[in-house]
C-alpha cells in the first residue's frame, strides 16, 4: 500500500512539476518576446516623421516663403506674387524641362506650368536633386550676381544649380531633374495638408 501511495504522490509530484516548468518557460518566452516585438513597432516619434503635415497658408504673404519639416526633410510653400506667375513663361526657353516631364518630380495634379494645385502657391521639397544641398530663395528679379535673365527662384550655393519660380531646374547646371513636388491637398482655402494627395486631383 505504501509503494503505491508512494508511486501516486510521484506522478502528482511529477505533474506538478512538468506544470510549473510549462508555466516558467512560457513566462521566459513571452519576457524575452515581449522586448523583441515591441522594437519591430515603429515608435511614436518615428510615426509622427512619416506623419502628414498641416499648414495654415492664411498669413503668408505674397512673395513670402514658409518652411515646415516633413519626413525630416524642409518643404517650402511659397505663396507666388501675380508678376511672379506672369514671368515664369517668359524663362522657359532657359529651362531643362520646362513640361515637368519626369513623373517622379511631382504629383499628376501638379504636372502644369505652375507644378501647383493652385497656381498662387508652390510647396517644394527643398533639397537640390544635385547633391542634396538646400537651395536659398532668391525672388529678386535681376540681382547682379544671378544676372539680367533671372526672374526669381531658387540658387543653390553648393554647385551653382538654379531653378525658376516653379521649382524647375535651368539648362547648363549641374541639377538633373526639377526640385520635388510632394503629395500634398487643400483641406481648406487656408489649410494644406503636405504628405497626403487627399485622394482627388
Not at 516548468?21 to 523583441?36: C, E, Q
Request: glycine residues 8%; aromatic residues 8%; positive net charge.
Amino acid at each position: 500500500m505504501a509503494d503505491s501511495d508512494s508511486k501516486s504522490v510521484d506522478k502528482k509530484r511529477r505533474r506538478m512539476l512538468i506544470g510549473a516548468t510549462a508555466v516558467m518557460g512560457a513566462a521566459g518566452t513571452a519576457a524575452f518576446a515581449a522586448p523583441l516585438l515591441i522594437s519591430w513597432m515603429p515608435s511614436e516619434r518615428a510615426k509622427a516623421a512619416g506623419a502628414p503635415v498641416e499648414v495654415n497658408v492664411s498669413k503668408v504673404e505674397p512673395g513670402q516663403l514658409l518652411r515646415v519639416i516633413w519626413r525630416g526633410k524642409p518643404v517650402w510653400v511659397v505663396r507666388r506674387t501675380k508678376q511672379m506667375l506672369a514671368d515664369l513663361p517668359s524663362v522657359e526657353p532657359l529651362l531643362k524641362d520646362p513640361e515637368s516631364t519626369v513623373d517622379t518630380q511631382q504629383p499628376p495634379y501638379a504636372k502644369n506650368r505652375y507644378r501647383s494645385r493652385k497656381p498662387e502657391f508652390l510647396i517644394l521639397i527643398g533639397i537640390c536633386t544635385h547633391l542634396g544641398c538646400s537651395p536659398t530663395y532668391r525672388p529678386e528679379v535681376a540681382p547682379a550676381d544671378l544676372g539680367a535673365d533671372w526672374k526669381g527662384g531658387y540658387y543653390c550655393p553648393c554647385h551653382g544649380s538654379r531653378f525658376d519660380m516653379a521649382g524647375r531646374v535651368y539648362k547648363n547646371v549641374p541639377a538633373p531633374t526639377n526640385l520635388v513636388v510632394p503629395p500634398h491637398y487643400f483641406k481648406t482655402e487656408s489649410i494644406v495638408l503636405v504628405g497626403e494627395d487627399g485622394g482627388a486631383a
